[in-house]
């Protein structure tokens, strides 16, 4: 079965510090690998996704994904982080074989501190 | 492009009556997303449809929730009768999918369904 986990519920980080979000996964087959931002009283929105090829990928607003199969992890990282980023983050993941499903984490909230 | 627009944005209702959101998924998008989001539980999905058909709805939670799709561009959540227990954010999503299967979801901003 299809899993996600995201190990810390809230991640505290200076501005202009790097950031990691922690997210692993579990899946039949080769994973597509999603993360999302949730702002208050908003939606989700994509930020990036890793589907094949080179295990860093590069999305919206600065963030960074690296893929590690052997540890079967899609941290989030971004070099400098901005009290704007502040919001909730969400892993997910979709397997390549089975139904259509998107398994999203728990959700991780982001706290940069000015 | 106006993304995906659900309405209402918030709905209070009292226990027992029934409860209608609505969503309106992005033009073109062939599947279409009924989430749940809670506190307690994460973000859950409910059901999902592929042109307009319902392809799992293992997620709904008890015969009070029922979802339709009558067309490309419409789709219904109802609750009835509706419980405290179903106090929830409730999203609506869409996607297109490709060849490749990866595509993003786009979300709306969601109703925030509030039963006393």
């Known amino acids: 079965a299809q899993s996600v986990a995201q190990p810390e519920d809230q991640v505290n980080v200076a501005e202009g510090n790097p950031l990691t979000v922690k997210c692993t996964y579990s899946v039949s087959g080769n994973p597509y690998l999603f993360w999302y931002v949730q702002y208050p009283n908003r939606g989700l929105q994509f930020l990036l996704k890793y589907i094949t090829g080179d295990n860093l990928v590069k999305g919206s607003y600065g963030f960074e994904a690296e893929f590690n199969k052997s540890q079967t992890s899609f941290h989030l990282k971004k070099p400098s982080a901005l009290v704007s980023d502040s919001a909730l983050y969400f892993c997910?993941?979709?397997?390549?074989?089975?139904?259509?499903?998107?398994?999203f984490g728990t959700g991780t909230r982001l706290k940069v501190l000015a | 492009d106006a993304g995906v627009i659900q309405s209402p944005r918030h709905e209070v209702t009292e226990m027992g009556q029934e409860v209608t959101l609505r969503c309106k998924p992005i033009s073109g998008h062939d599947y279409l997303f009924w989430y749940r989001q809670t506190m307690m539980r994460g973000l859950e999905l409910l059901i999902y449809f592929n042109n307009n058909v319902p392809i799992d709805d293992s997620g709904m939670p008890e015969d009070r929730f029922s979802a339709k799709m009558p067309n490309a561009s419409f789709s219904t959540l109802k609750i009835q009768p509706s419980e405290p227990r179903d106090s929830a954010v409730y999203f609506c999503?869409?996607?297109?999918?490709?060849?490749?299967?990866?595509?993003?979801?786009?979300f709306g901003n969601g109703t925030r369904l509030t039963v006393t």
């Open positions: 999503a869409s996607s297109s999918e490709g060849y490749f299967y990866n595509s993003p979801l786009h």
């Open positions: 997910a993941v979709r397997g390549t074989s089975g139904t259509y499903k998107y398994i």
